[in-house]
């Protein structure tokens, strides 16, 4: 066994020696069974702190390379007994006897050509590498979104899609987003500054902020951080505040993504009720008491999948009950500028604009507005929280693309945006009224719907007994889509709503769109009837 | 106790009845210690299965709403063993006394007018709220690289900069820039698909299936996932296949990103040491007998922090290893391009071009050849595993900035990429060879290095008893940086090297930044000996 110590390394004596001595144990050079000398012994021989020499031999225990028995002393540990460190019932089954090494060379991209006398190498056995949080991934809600989308969106003339979360390419302003990055982009304004702060561009942030302030949420740059879209935001709150095990709250049915993104922390994930006016914030503090979250996810406003909005009062209530709990509300905004609203019925106020001690993380994204190709959100929070989510976004993508922020600079400049969205809003108003109209016009009894008051969604619950996927295997043969509400349920079980992006078909298609719904509708009625 | 249930809802029963004795229980209107009526009974009366109720019970057992006593039967549980499912300890007080809501009325962005009656909301405890893990990781190295870097950039002209891992702004092409954003902006090509798929718009996908075929490895568009920035494909690489617990085999040093994005993930970070030819690859079998890796993250060539670049025959081992105990491979080539060797020493070869069966997971970027503003990078891999990473990167961030790929896509077009990276690479090479020549000219004894064959990085081995840290500040001092080895140490104690970006600096500061550096440490080497 030779060690040779550097006392005057900047690697402490301790690391030294038991990388030494790991370095040993892994190549074999010391066997299985080897006794290793008595701490005291080994001190004295390298003339060491006999801490140095405990520290040494601990971390190797933790590795477990070598062990201790009383009374025999410390011995380097078998292969196998340090194997048992990996997943237990690992089945990967490592060929131990040394093969040849299989090496192909590539020329021009063509297929490696294999050496037929070489033992073929075994493809790696995915269903066993991949996560078990990726496996349940995978098998849930996903793929039945994807069966829902897949088909619609543009490029089938055929489809009449109420199912896809974002906007019509045809409402996606081209000619605008041209000029501005021509613009952006003719400009010398960034020679120099090719990278952007990890909070965003210090112009963008303070443009956001006074977007914000428009809104009736209180706030400068120092609050604002750009996003990567808002769900970025989602994924670094919660590594941010949720531990394993952490309740978070949200409306019953929700915005999925954030579901998966819970999920993925294994916080235990608890919804509450939803009326036609929301979260039922009545049986929040119940919620609370009970379970202690450490926030509460909400879309107070024009809320996806349920199209409802948040009265004041119940607002109140959630401000109240987060401040006695102490427990973080993220608000999800996305959809807050589309309001169809009339100016004396009065724009729903933010939470974030109600509360200014730090409770509210405040998201929103350009999205659902402009376009999601430019993945920009934003958050509104407290600097505090602005520090740790710009720390740990270091790990994921650094910053916002510096196109896309040059892009929303330029829309938010001279209000550019805000002629847009009057526009959108005013079209995307008439397309709510021609659905609803067409809802009271073919909708079969026991079919209900609230009206909502801005936003892209109207959730339909159906008839007794018509079942969300049959009606949406029915509709998709007649050329129509919409999502089917399982698949924002906390629990995955409900069958019987629908959501309806009312703002995303071709406005000539609406009314036809939602008259195959309801005959379709009629239809897995009667079937059910016999 | 009211129940109604409805039997033709596509919600089924059990969690009919599980939400309504969860709204009665937390609203309190089935106060702690009600008897529950037992299964059979409670079955009999609505008209349903028994399971359903045992369903209904188990699920509120699970949320520790009630609880079953044998010989007494199933009870209401009170708040307090109710709040006991919340994080033990959890130092959060409730104030259970209802206290008015506190609401502030915001105009014009002013800060909000406390109603001075009402009891003072209680800040947010940032510490308790923030999670165990982003606690941690704000405490570790971000902060350390943080101090070595505040400061340095190009917006302080006195600062010779050998910390940031970015180019110097000089050597961003913002004229080739902005002449292909102009082009990507003005054509119409675009038009109505705002939002690219996740995996990237084909024709990138494409044009990077060619860019990988020229360095060596054989590949199509499907086996090609564009991505915001090579950090990202660690992330959901992560994701899609780590267990907690699982190990994780890296360089003893490495990009300190990757670690972080490990750790989050409460994997086992093994380091392989590392000589002047990368990792020691005589050692990795011993390595994977005993830890069974899930896989090994490795940066084979101009690797970060230390330089080195893996022989063929390390390269070789490295997948015979990884085959034979089916262990994925993570290649992180951010540096790959950027060679500096003559065309008779053979340039190195990437291990996903040895390999076809799906082990080798590749990722680039474009970060370090033209700028890291763009956040685009690529992951090569089976399609097996872009197909999962495409579900999990749903919840974070969708797909890559449309603008950001448009410009890729222009700079990717008839080889303008190529010939600005000739360009980088000729001066490149002149300064890795000031900086070397600046070494032996100016270097004390004891220091030591090897030189780089591409890339970034020279990593300097301090003489004995300089510390890193101490060199750092006196090297801020005379306003030199660079980044200390702790910060890629596995174990984060490595004190005794320093990594150089050889490149960051003007070409005319390397002489003086290098005899700066080799001054301090003098200096350093003679305060240990006093």
Known sequence: MQLDLNRRSGVPMYRQLAAQLREQIVSGALAAGYRLPPERELAARLEVNRTTVLQAYQQLKDEHLIASRVGKGTFVASVESGASVGREGDPRTPRTTRTPAVVHTIRDGAAPASDAAEPPVIRPPWSVLFSDYSNRFTYHDIAEADRAQRGSGGRDAH??????????????????????????????????????????????RDLLARHMRDRGVGCDARNVMVLS???QG???????????????????????????????????IVGVPVDADGMR????????????????????????PTGTTMPMERRRTLIDVAHRYQCLVVEDDAYGDLWYGSADEGRPVPLAGMENSGYVMYLSTFSKTVTSGLRTGW???????????????????????TSSQRICLELLKEGRIAGHVAGLTRAYRARRDATVAALERWAPDGMRWSVPAGGYYVWVALP???????????????????????????D???????R??????DAADVALGVRVIAECTRRCAENRSQ
Chains 1, 2 share one sequence.
């Open 492 to 498: 995955e079980t409900d069958d019987a709503h629908i």
């Open 281 to 304: 914030t009545d049986l929040l503090e119940g919620y609370c008491a009970r379970f202690r979250p450490k926030l509460i996810y909400t879309i107070p406003t024009f809320h996806n």
């Open 464 to 490: 007794d007994g018509v079942r969300s996927l049959d009606l949406l295997a029915r509709c998709r043969a007649r050329g129509v889509t919409f999502m089917p509400g399982g698949v924002f349920d906390v």
């Open 229 to 231: 879209g808002s769900e």
């Open 379 to 401: 958050v509104v929070a407290d600097p505090h929280v602005v520090a740790r989510l710009a720390a740990l976004r270091r790990m994921v993508d650094q910053h916002t693309s």
């Open 234 to 268: 989602i994924d670094l709150i919660v590594r941010a505040f949720v531990n394993p095990g952490d309740h978070v709250l949200v409306e019953q049915s929700t915005f999925f993504p954030a579901l998966q993104t819970f999920r993925s922390a294994d916080a235990r």
């Open 159 to 204: 489809v009449i899609d109420f199912a896809t979360g974002s906007p019509n390419p045809a409402d996606i302003p081209d000619d605008l987003l041209r000029a501005v990055s021509l613009e952006a982009f003719a400009s010398h304004e960034f020679d120099g500054q090719p990278e952007s702060p990890i909070e965003g561009f210090d112009e963008l």
């Open 500 to 505: 309806l992006n009312m703002v995303r078909p």
